[in-house]
C-alpha cells in the first residue's frame, strides 16, 4: 500500500541556517504529494504541494521538488526563522481522487535565535 | 481564507459514556469530511471519510460501530464515540474538502479535539 517515511526528529536549527527535511514515499500511480505545517495550537496548514514528476511547490521560502526516481519530497528552505518552529508532515494522495491523504510521521523543527 | 472548526476542543469524559465532535466547515462548503486520529508525538491516522448525505466509509480497523460519523450538511459532519473507553484517549482532527476546487486535493484542517477517558 501506499505510505509515506520522513526523517525522525526533533530538528533543531540556529535561526538563519539551512533546512532539509527527508521525505521518501512508496506509492502506485501518480500520487499528489503535499507538506503540511503544524504550529502550536492550530490546525494542519498546507504550506505547498506538487501534483506531477518534477514539479516545484514552493511557499514562504519553502521549496520541495517532486522526484519520481527516486520517490522522495524532500523539504528545503534556504534560512530559516524562530517562527518556523512547528511540525512539519510529508503527506500523498493516491492517483484516484478519493481525497484520502496519506501522513508520515512528522518532524518537529525547533528554531533557536 | 477556508476556516474548519471543531467543537469541543478539549473534553473529559467518564469510561462508558460517549462524547460528540463537531467539524464545521465555516465559509465554503464541504461534500467531503475526514476524520483522523493522532496519537502523541505520531502521525494522522484516517479514521473515516464522511460524504454529505451518505453513510461514511471506515478505514480498515476502525469500528464503526463505536465511532459513529454522519454528514447531515454540507457544513457539518460530527463523530460520536459510543461508550468510550481510556485507550480512546486520543487527538481527534477533522479536515473538509472545499466543493469550490473540483478535482484539487487540497484540505482544511480543524484544530483538533483533545479526548480524554477517566
Known amino acids: 500500500g501506499n505510505s509515506v517515511t520522513q526523517m525522525e526528529g526533533p530538528v533543531t536549527l540556529s535561526e538563519e541556517a539551512f533546512l532539509t527535511i527527508n521525505c521518501t514515499y512508496t506509492a502506485t500511480g501518480y500520487p499528489s504529494l503535499f507538506w503540511y505545517v503544524q504550529y502550536p495550537g492550530e490546525g494542519l496548514q498546507l504550506l505547498l504541494k506538487?501534483?506531477?514528476?518534477?514539479d516545484k511547490g514552493s511557499n514562504k521560502g519553502f521549496e520541495a521538488t517532486y522526484r519520481k526516481e527516486t520517490t522522495s519530497f524532500h523539504l528545503e528552505k534556504g534560512s530559516v526563522q524562530v517562527s518556523d518552529s512547528a511540525v512539519y508532515f510529508c503527506a500523498l494522495t493516491g492517483s484516484s481522487n478519493t481525497g484520502k491523504l496519506i501522513f508520515g510521521q512528522g518532524t518537529t523543527l525547533q528554531v533557536k535565535p | 481564507g477556508a476556516v474548519v472548526s471543531q467543537h469541543p476542543s478539549w473534553v473529559i469524559c467518564k469510561s462508558g459514556t460517549s462524547v460528540k465532535i463537531e467539524c464545521r466547515s465555516l465559509?465554503?462548503?464541504?461534500?467531503?469530511m475526514f476524520w483522523y486520529r493522532q496519537f502523541p508525538k505520531q502521525s494522522l491516522m484516517l479514521m473515516a471519510t464522511?460524504?454529505?448525505?451518505?453513510?461514511?466509509?471506515?478505514e480498515q480497523g476502525v469500528e464503526k460501530d463505536k465511532f459513529l460519523i454522519n454528514h447531515a450538511s454540507l457544513t457539518l459532519s460530527t463523530l460520536t464515540v459510543t461508550s468510550a473507553h481510556p485507550e480512546d484517549s486520543s487527538f481527534y482532527i477533522c479536515?473538509?474538502?472545499?466543493?469550490?476546487?473540483?478535482?484539487?486535493?487540497?484540505?482544511?484542517f480543524g484544530p483538533g479535539t483533545r479526548l480524554t477517558v477517566t
Open positions: 465559509d465554503f462548503q464541504a461534500t467531503t
Open positions: 464522511s460524504n454529505e448525505g451518505s453513510k461514511a466509509t471506515y
Open positions: 506538487a501534483t506531477k514528476a518534477d
Open positions: 479536515s473538509a474538502r472545499d466543493l469550490g476546487t473540483g478535482g484539487s486535493y487540497e484540505q482544511y
